[in-house]
């Protein structure tokens, strides 16, 4: 699959769930939009603009609830990274409870509450 492709599929699934937790997300999306480092440790592909598009719509949507109109959205770079990484954090979370079968509560895909955690719940 390109990175056209990966992009353009997950900015469909991302528009058809715009409140989606961890609990929603396709394993096949979960396998596409996990970052492996390897050696180089910079995101290649379609990964990061996967990312900045999840997390900036759902910037967007929640400012028009609030506000009633489109917001001007800015992001600080270290912000954005350390987002991206939380993103990968969840993401791996996911990958262990479908392949693992360990449960954890849902959390918000591409929102970062302060003080979020990764809750553990017993099958």
Same mark, same amino acid.
């Given at each position: 699959?390109?990175?056209?492709?990966?992009?353009?599929?997950?900015?469909?699934?991302?528009?058809?769930?715009?409140?989606?937790?961890?609990?929603?997300?396709?394993?096949?999306?979960? *396998? +596409?939009? /996990?970052?492996?480092?390897?050696?180089?440790?910079?995101?290649?592909?379609?990964?990061? !603009?996967? $990312?900045? &598009?999840?997390?900036?719509?759902?910037?967007?949507?929640?400012?028009?609830?609030?506000?009633?109109?489109?917001?001007?959205?800015?992001?600080?770079?270290?912000?954005?990274?350390?987002?991206?990484?939380?993103?990968?954090? *969840? +993401?791996? /979370?996911?990958?262990?409870?479908?392949?693992?079968?360990?449960?954890?509560?849902?959390? !918000?895909? $591409?929102? &970062?509450?302060?003080?979020?955690?990764?809750?553990?719940?017993?099958?």
């Amino acid at each position: 699959m390109t990175k056209e492709n990966i992009l353009a599929k997950s900015i469909d699934w991302i528009r058809s769930h715009p409140d989606a937790t961890t609990h929603d997300v396709p394993q096949e999306l979960v *396998k +596409l939009w /996990l970052f492996d480092s390897g050696e180089d440790f910079s995101p290649v592909g379609a990964v990061l !603009p996967v $990312f900045v &598009f999840g997390y900036t719509d759902c910037m967007a949507r929640k400012s028009i609830a609030a506000t009633g109109r489109a917001p001007k959205i800015e992001h600080r770079l270290g912000d954005l990274v350390e987002k991206f990484q939380l993103w990968q954090l *969840k +993401l791996s /979370l996911v990958q262990v409870e479908q392949s693992r079968g360990m449960k954890f509560q849902p959390m !918000p895909l $591409f929102s &970062f509450p302060d003080g979020e955690t990764a809750e553990f719940r017993a099958a």
